[in-house]
């Protein structure tokens, strides 16, 4: 029961967290998800799409699992990259749709028990990840750091 708990909470973790970042882009240009302040290496929507990517690569790929987002999206926005081209909107539509809509998968996911087995990976914060369980906390980890990314490109664009 405290193991259901504790993941029911996990889960809601990142529904509001994804939500959050959903309220903070409402609203700018395209011209402002993409722009890429002095001193900064990324933008907003590459941080969008890095987060979806991720989770894909925490959860499902490290259980042996097949992404659910295209490879071309995993390939411009995993770990180590930085944009090399701008959404068409109806791409960022799509990506921004992956992202709200991913969560209520994993949660469904996880319920029916599909997440058997997990490779172990040290993260670059040195964390060792070592079960979907560890995964779905330091997504959320990372997440808010993602988050935070966000909110401050939001004051420079």
């Known amino acids: ?18 939500r959050l970042v959903i309220k903070k882009i409402e609203g700018l240009t395209h011209e402002q998800l993409h722009k890429v302040p002095e001193g900064f290496k990324n933008n907003i929507a590459w941080n969008v799409a890095h987060m979806v990517v991720t989770q894909q690569l925490l959860h499902y790929k490290l259980s042996g699992l097949p992404c659910l987002v295209p490879d071309e999206l995993i390939e411009k926005y995993r770990k180590g990259t930085s944009p090399s081209e701008e959404f068409s909107k109806e791409d960022f539509e799509e990506v921004k749709e992956l992202f709200l809509g991913l969560p209520d998968t994993l949660i469904e996911d996880y319920k029916e028990g599909i997440f ?9 914060t040195s964390f060792v990840v070592s079960s979907i369980e560890d995964a779905i906390s330091f997504n959320n980890f990372h997440e808010g750091l ?9 004051k420079l664009v």
């Open 1 to 18: 029961m405290l193991k259901q708990k504790q993941m029911t909470a996990q889960f809601d973790i990142l529904k509001v967290a994804r």
């Open 116 to 124: 058997k087995e997990y490779n172990e990976y040290e993260t670059s």
């Open 146 to 154: 993602h988050l935070g990314a966000i909110m401050t490109l939001y």
